[in-house]
DNA sequence: AAGAAAATCTGGTCCAACCAGTTGACCACT
DNA sequence: AGTGGTCAACTGGTTGGACCAGATTTTCTT
C-alpha cells in the first residue's frame, strides 16, 4: 500500500507519482466510484494512504480542478462534481479508461460524428474565408497526400496534417482547439479500426476534389463531400436507449 | 516583485498563488510572449522571481502541462509548446485575456459557430436514438422554458438546461464534454450581447417545434430547425484573412 | 581529437512546519 | 428552548530546506 507503481518494470515506464494518482483518482470518478457531491479524501490522509508526499497529492488535486472533475474550497472539503455537467472536451482521453461510463466502441463512434460534424462545418468555412495563400497550400498539401507512403499510419498523419490546414484555413479557434481535442486525445485512444478508416484515408481523389471545391470557393459543394467524407469511418452502430 | 497580489483589495478576491501563477504564465504562451519551442524560465527562477515558493510554481506548471501548453521533461527543460497545434477546447477560457491573438469579438462568433454545429447534429442524433422517456422529459422543459421569467438572464440558464437535454438526448459523449467546454468556458467570456440572443431566446415557439420535431423522430426536420435557430445569435461578421 | 568522468544544470519527491479559511461542538446568556 | 459567541479541530494553502533522478555541459584523461 506503500508505493504506487508495482516493484516490477523497476526501471521501464516510470511515470510520476502525482501523475499516477491522478489518473487514479480520475478514473475513479469517471467510473462512478466517488459519487458527485460526495467528499474526496483529504490531502493527508490520500497522502497517508498510499505513502506519497501531499505535495505530489496536492498537484494531482489541482489537475482535478482544473479538468472540473472536482470543487476545491479553501478550509472546507473538496467535492466531487458530476463530470457530465462540468467536464471538457479534453477530458475525452482517459473516459475509456474508467471501467464504469462509455464503452471505447461508443466513444470512438462519438469522436468520429463530431470530427464529421467539425470537418465539414470547417470545409465550408473554410472555402468561404480562407486567404488565397491557404487555399493554395490546401491543394499543394493534397498533392503531397496523394504520394504519401502505402503505410497506414503514416496515411493517416497525412491526413490529420492536411486537415489541420482546412481546419485553420476556417479561421475558427474553437474548432481548431477541438480538432486537437480529438486528434491527441480520443482518436488515438478509440483505436479506430483500420477496415473503417480505409475507405476514406485510400480515397485520395475525394481529397483532390474537396480541395478543390475549397479553392473554388465552393462552400456548399465542400461542406457536403466533407461530410460524406468523414462520415464514412462512422460505425452505422446505434445505440437502443441513452440514460 | 515579490507578491502577486496588489495590495488594494487586501482581503477581497483573494486567489491561490498557484492559479495566478498559471494564468499568468498561460496569457504569456497564448500571447506570443513566450515563443513556442523557447525554454520556460526554470522552477527555482520562476520562485524567485515572483517570491513564492517552488512548490506553488510547480502546481502552475502541472496545470500548464495538463493544458499541453508546455512539455516538461525530468532533467530537461520545460518548453514551450504551440498551443494552435496541442492545445484544448477547455483553453477556450482565458484565450480571450490574452492581449495578441485572436479578440474576444472572433472568439465569441467562433464559439457561437460551433455550438451551432454541435446542436444542429445533437439535435438530429436525439430525434434518431433518444429514448421515449428523454424525449418527454425535452417536450416537458420546454413548458418550464416559456413560463420562465422575463429576466434574460435567467431565460439563458433555462436555455442552457433545455439544449443540455437535447445534448445529452444525442447520446454523443463528445458533443456532452464539447456543450460543457463552451457552456461555462468560451460563451461566458465572450458575453454575447443581449440584442444578438433575444431573436433566439424570445421565440419559445421555435423550442417547442423542435421538440416535437424531435419527439415525433423527425431527424432532418429538427436538425434545419436547430441549425436555423442556433445560427440567429452568430454575428454574420467576416474576416477578410487568415494567417 | 575522442571518449570518459565530474560538475552542474534541470525537474521530481520528501519532510516538517505554519498560515488561513471552515466546521462544529460546546457553553454562556437571554 | 433558543440564541449567539468562543474555541478547538478539521480542511486546504504556503513555506523552507533537503535530497533524489535524469539531462546537459564541462573538464580531464587517454
Given at each position: ?114 470530427r464529421a460534424c467539425i470537418g465539414a462545418d470547417a470545409a465550408r468555412l473554410c472555402a468561404i474565408r480562407c486567404s488565397e495563400?491557404a487555399a493554395a497550400q490546401i491543394v499543394?498539401a493534397t ?19 492536411w486537415w489541420r490546414l482546412i481546419v485553420e484555413g476556417s479561421g475558427n479557434?474553437?474548432y ?24 476514406e484515408?485510400?480515397d485520395?481523389d475525394a481529397h483532390v476534389r474537396l480541395a478543390g471545391h475549397i479553392a473554388a470557393r465552393e462552400a456548399e459543394a465542400a461542406e457536403l463531400l466533407a461530410r460524406e467524407l468523414l462520415s ?12
Amino acid at each position: 500500500m506503500s508505493t504506487l507503481i508495482a516493484m516490477t518494470q523497476r526501471h521501464i515506464r516510470r511515470e510520476a507519482v502525482s501523475d499516477q494518482l491522478f489518473a487514479l483518482l480520475r478514473d475513479r470518478i469517471l467510473g462512478g466510484e466517488l459519487a458527485p457531491g460526495s467528499a474526496l479524501t483529504a490531502e493527508r490522509d490520500l497522502a497517508a494512504e498510499y505513502g506519497v508526499n501531499r505535495h505530489a497529492v496536492r498537484e494531482a488535486v489541482k489537475r482535478l480542478q482544473q479538468a472540473r472533475l472536482v470543487e476545491v474550497s479553501h478550509g472546507g472539503r473538496t467535492l466531487v462534481q458530476d463530470w457530465r455537467r462540468t467536464a471538457g472536451l479534453d477530458l475525452a482521453v482517459g473516459i475509456a479508461a474508467a471501467d464504469a461510463g462509455p464503452s471505447v466502441e461508443d466513444l470512438a463512434r462519438d469522436a468520429l460524428e463530431m470530427r464529421a460534424c467539425i470537418g465539414a462545418d470547417a470545409a465550408r468555412l473554410c472555402a468561404i474565408r480562407c486567404s488565397e495563400l491557404a487555399a493554395a497550400q490546401i491543394v499543394e498539401a493534397t498533392g503531397r497526400y496523394a504520394r504519401s507512403g502505402p503505410d497506414l499510419a503514416e496515411l493517416g498523419a497525412a491526413d490529420v496534417a492536411w486537415w489541420r490546414l482546412i481546419v485553420e484555413g476556417s479561421g475558427n479557434v474553437a474548432y481548431l482547439l477541438a480538432f486537437n481535442s480529438l486528434v491527441d486525445g480520443a482518436l488515438p485512444v478509440a483505436e479506430v479500426p483500420g477496415a473503417l478508416r480505409t475507405g476514406e484515408l485510400l480515397d485520395v481523389d475525394a481529397h483532390v476534389r474537396l480541395a478543390g471545391h475549397i479553392a473554388a470557393r465552393e462552400a456548399e459543394a465542400a461542406e457536403l463531400l466533407a461530410r460524406e467524407l468523414l462520415s464514412r469511418s462512422v460505425p452505422a452502430v446505434l445505440r437502443k436507449a441513452v440514460r
